[in-house]
Nanobody
Framework: QVQLVESGGGLVQAGGSLRLSCTAY????????MAWYRQAPGKQRDLVAT???????SYADSVKGRFTISRDNVKNTVYLQMNSLEPEDTAVYYC???????????????WGQGTLVTVSS
């Protein structure tokens, strides 16, 4: 079984910065893509940023130039550095990862429990 554990959310003033972390635990053979999503109250869950095993990245237009996604393959961890935060960035942030388990090389896709980011104006 694979479990994703997130940390780093909190309350910050507009213009400030936060760094989210998400570590994958379990019998993992490899992790392919890792991503961050967010869900604001009353809205759908949207993709924020993705990073592939090649380290290729992509971002939602709303966060380009402000957020940076990175990963540490040794630690099975993905990070989201968020700068110049705006009240509109307030949401629960979820990490997502997919890849293969060691046992029978089974595919997995898992979600973290979510971490709340609140940006005050």
């Amino acid at each position: 079984q694979v479990q994703l554990v997130e940390s780093g959310g909190g309350l910050v003033q507009a213009g400030g910065s936060l760094r989210l972390s998400c570590t994958a635990y379990g019998t993992i053979l490899r992790i392919d893509s890792m991503a961050w999503y967010r869900q604001a109250p009353g809205k759908q869950r949207d993709l924020v940023a993705t990073i592939h095993s090649s380290n290729a990245t992509s971002y939602a237009d709303s966060v380009k130039g402000r957020f940076t996604i990175s990963r540490d393959n040794v630690k099975n961890t993905v990070y989201l550095q968020m700068n110049s935060l705006e009240p509109e960035d307030t949401a629960v942030y979820y990490c997502n990862a997919n890849g293969l388990r060691i046992v029978q090389s089974r595919y997995f896709e898992e979600w973290g429990q979510g971490t709340l980011v609140t940006v005050s104006s």
